[in-house]
């Protein structure tokens, strides 16, 4: 079935640093891939988003790459802050485009 | 504009029991998704609902079972309630027809089996 996977489940940054997380996904028709951040005790939010025809796209410190032939998609963040600690999943919309599919999250600790 | 709200926040209950989560969707919105997020783990999709009626499910037994209303509220429920339903449940809201995929997630009700 659908399943998408994110690595590390864990990353540990100093203030400044950038981070990078990456995901693959296993079904080639997925055609939409978002970024979630959940803060403890909080839904998550989107902060970022790409869909298939795009290679890249940037907001600010954020910025997602896709490599459709490849099924991976990354997360970078530049520049990273205290208030960037939080977990951050990975998602890919399912065939019907009724779903998201969820990693299973990485755990981003930036220390000032 | 008024976000996702979701109730209750927390509620404890026992094996064998059951269980109704409430859901108001995002001001303008007419789709409504549950999902199930386990300890450590990321949200698995259980249902989303449009027009009233269910739009998509994923793998979670008909004991799982949901309503959408006309005002696109929605509730979750849950019979026969088991352990392994720890976890928190998330609504999210979203305009089918804006294909965007985006979802807004509400901040959950955490349920506790014991």
């Known amino acids: 079935g659908e399943n998408v996977e994110q690595h590390p489940s864990t990353l540990s940054v100093q203030e400044g640093d950038s981070a990078v997380i990456k995901c693959t996904y296993s079904d080639s028709a997925s055609n939409y891939f978002p970024w979630y951040k959940q803060e403890l005790g909080k839904g998550p939010q989107l902060i970022i988003d790409i869909r298939s025809n795009v290679g890249e796209k940037k907001d600010q410190r954020i910025a997602v790459t896709l490599n459709k032939t490849a099924k991976h998609f990354s997360l970078h963040i530049t520049e990273t802050q205290p208030e960037d600690s939080a977990v951050y999943f990975c998602?890919?919309?399912?065939?019907?485009?009724?779903?998201?599919?969820f990693g299973k999250g990485t755990t981003l600790s930036v220390s000032s | 504009e008024t976000g996702v709200t979701q109730s209750p926040t927390h509620l404890i209950k026992t094996r064998g029991q059951q269980v109704t989560l409430r859901c108001s969707s995002q001001?303008?919105?007419?789709?409504v998704s549950w999902y199930q997020q386990a300890l450590g783990q990321g949200p698995q999709f259980i249902f989303q609902?449009?027009?009233?009626?269910?739009?998509g499910r994923g793998n979670f037994p008909p004991r799982f079972s949901g309503l959408q209303f006309p005002n696109y509220s929605s509730e979750l429920n849950v019979n026969a309630l088991e352990l392994d339903d720890s976890a928190l449940y998330l609504c999210a809201s979203s305009l089918i027809q804006e294909d965007t995929g985006e979802l807004f997630f509400g901040e959950g009700s955490r349920l506790t089996v014991l």
């Open positions: 001001s303008g919105h007419n789709t």
């Open positions: 998602a890919g919309a399912n065939q019907a485009g009724t779903a998201l599919i």
């Open positions: 609902y449009y027009r009233e009626e269910e739009n």
